[in-house]
């Protein structure tokens, strides 16, 4: 097997260190023709996702394949702590996107538990640009201190990883894109979510918010958005 590289030159995938990854992505797309022959073909025309999820980078929370959807049935948007920063283009442009174009039905914000991100805004703060980006997460964390204090620090840091997942869910319902949407009619309903990594289960953590329940869910001071605890579905 040889790969086409930038120049234009041609690699022998040999003397790839990832060679493996390659062999990878050659069985798995065997293995999703085998019993679908147009599945790329279809998927190559068009994509009309219903779902936008706004997930965390970690590596052991893969979007799709926790909720067992094929390539083509979500938007996906990843970042440390899984924010839906307003004043980050990259989340914008993927929020427009999902809403206008895509015009997905449903937006979920999955945060997780063991969350290296919201561990790291449970610390000291410091000045790179890790602490730069979760800044939210620590003021979220200062601003629940009373609550938060009174937890051990698992369970401190569980409790922080949910109120940061209905904290996102309040603020990609205030984003414009969103308001916007609902202001011409467009249905569209934010979700809450948090997924355990110690046993794959996924459990509602916020209220879900939608153009009819938007204004009783916000009637309240900031981070008033129902954070249940337990969360409403957990095993
Ligand atoms: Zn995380």
Redesign the pocket.
């Known amino acids: 097997m040889k790969t086409a590289s930038c120049s234009g030159a041609e690699t022998p995938a040999s003397m790839s260190a990832l060679d493996h990854l390659f062999q990878n992505n050659r069985r798995w797309a065997a293995q999703k023709t085998l019993g679908d022959q147009g599945f790329f073909q279809r998927l190559a025309q068009q994509q009309s996702p219903q779902y936008f999820w706004i997930g ?3 590596s052991r ?1 893969p979007a799709t394949e926790i909720v067992d959807l094929d390539p083509g049935q979500m938007f996906v948007h990843r970042n ?3 924010l839906a920063r307003i004043a980050d283009p990259n989340f914008g442009a993927a929020l427009h996107f999902a809403v206008h174009a895509l015009k997905v039905r449903h937006i979920i914000v999955v ?2 538990y ?5 561990a790291a805004a449970m610390n000291a703060a410091g000045d790179n640009v890790v602490d730069r980006w979760i800044e939210p997460v620590r003021e979220l964390a200062s601003r629940h201190a009373e609550s938060l204090t009174s937890l051990g620090t698992a369970e401190r840091h569980d409790r922080l990883c949910e109120l940061n997942v209905c904290s996102q869910v309040q603020r990609v319902a205030s984003h414009p894109v969103v308001v916007e949407a609902w202001e011409v009619g467009q249905r569209l309903t934010i979700h809450g979510w948090i997924y355990s990594i110690e046993n794959g289960l996924l459990n509602a953590v916020s209220v879900e918010v939608s153009e009819t329940s938007r204004e009783r869910t916000f009637s309240g001071p900031p981070d008033a958005l129902q954070c249940q605890q337990p969360p409403l579905s957990k095993a």
């Open positions: 965390c980078s970690d929370v440390v702590a899984n945060g997780h063991g969350c290296g991100g919201v």
